[in-house]
């Protein structure tokens, strides 16, 4: 196996229930507030939502670009989850968006993504990155890294090795958990020049308990 466990069985399984944890965290509008101050936003941005789900990244990122005046460009997502995927459409139609492009795929088999689907500004990627087994984790990012343009960033939304983590979501959702050395080791073997780690705004510092925020860049 590629995964750590069946994603595509657990999170069709489970995706009400999915849905009521991050609702109950206030995830979706932690991420929100994240990208509403961030610096990595601007009109036209050519974006990837890698490992998409229900589309909570991708509606805040595109809620956070509008409200702060900026134009959505191309808002491109894939997911290993049909079910996921029927949701995330669901709330495309319901809310009548435009620009979203949704596909069902691999990230350890990005070549059957549309041809099209290259020289992106940002990748984002929530979430999804815990569920490959660890000896493919660099072998993913760097199939990330790959359809970013020169001045490309890839923003990795994963989930914090501790305790709590381990019981929490290394259990009930039956993914890996992720420490910091880790993670600086594997970004630089995919060949990131240049990679931070970022935090939850003060409002949803609770959130930072969860989760690493990395921001990684193709140039120094």
């Not at 994603?7 to 979706?28: D, G």
């Not at 460009?73 to 979203?100: C, E, N, W, Y």
């Not at 929530?126 to 990012?141: G, K, P, T, W």
């Not at 993670?183 to 995919?190: D, E, T, W």
Request: hydrophobic share 45%.
């Amino acid at each position: 196996m590629t995964l750590t466990s069946d994603p595509t069985r657990l999170f069709t399984a489970k995706v009400r229930s999915y849905e009521r944890f991050v609702r109950f965290v206030r995830y979706p509008q932690g991420i929100r507030a994240f990208f509403s101050s961030s610096s990595l936003l601007c009109s036209r941005l050519r974006v990837l939502d890698a490992g998409c789900g229900t589309g909570i990244v991708t509606l805040a990122l595109r809620d956070a670009l509008l409200a702060r005046g900026f134009s959505p460009g191309p808002l491109h997502g894939f997911d290993l989850t049909p079910a996921m995927l029927q949701r995330f459409r669901h709330s495309v139609k319901k809310h009548a968006i435009d620009g979203v492009e949704l596909v069902q795929a691999n990230v350890l088999h990005l070549e059957s993504l549309p041809s099209s689907w290259r020289n992106y500004d940002l990748i984002v990627s929530a979430s999804m990155l815990e569920y490959v087994q660890r000896d493919r984790f660099v072998a993913a990012l760097l199939g990330l890294r790959a359809l970013l343009n020169d001045k490309g960033k890839l923003l990795l939304f994963i989930t914090r090795k501790n305790w709590i983590m381990r019981q929490l979501v290394g259990r009930w959702w039956q993914s890996n958990v992720c420490g910091a050395i880790e993670l600086r080791r594997s970004f630089s073997s995919a060949g990131f020049p240049a990679f931070e780690f970022r935090t939850f705004p003060p409002a949803f510092n609770y959130l930072n308990l969860w989760g690493f925020i990395i921001e990684a860049r193709t140039c120094a």
